[in-house]
């Protein structure tokens, strides 16, 4: 306990939420706080959604809450809300994109075997071309 009470006040929570950093370390939350710069298309109280750094559709864009949580695992049942408004904001991209009806995908990795690089989650939209399935 007071290992843990010390790890909170040294490192955030981060490091509590099974990441190798702490919050002030986190790349997302660095973006959402604006000291790393990022093409930041929609931003609500909640949530901000930017480009792709390294796109994989011709729109590719992260979702992301303020709220640091670090893997779908830490979600729980006074802070999964925020979910919804991660798909909310999907379906404004959508709209905006103009790809309501010709598709689009979302996707979320969770940890080493889905790929999960940037541990702060994130809702990957892609659109704007065709997206095979299964994804690899
Ligand atoms: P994941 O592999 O699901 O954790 O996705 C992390 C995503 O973050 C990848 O698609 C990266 O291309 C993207 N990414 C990494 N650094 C940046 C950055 N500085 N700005 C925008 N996207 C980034
Ligand atoms: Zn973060």
Known sequence: ????LCLTLFMGEGLLNNTMYSVDDCLFCNIIKRTIPADIIYETDEIIA???????AP??????????IATINNLDAK???IMGS????AVYLAK???????????????????GQTVF???LHFLAGR?????PG
């Open 130 to 134: 065709n997206l095979t399935w299964p």
């Open 120 to 122: 702060h989650i994130h």
């Open 86 to 89: 991660m798909f909310e904001a």
């Open 79 to 81: 802070n999964s809300f």
């Open 59 to 68: 729109h590719h864009l992260l979702i992301i809450p303020k709220n640091h």
């Open 50 to 56: 930017f480009n792709d750094i390294n796109p994989e």
């Open 96 to 114: 905006k994109f103009g790809v309501t009806e010709s598709g689009y995908r979302v996707v979320m990795n969770c940890n080493a075997d889905a």
């Open 1 to 4: 306990m007071i290992v843990a």
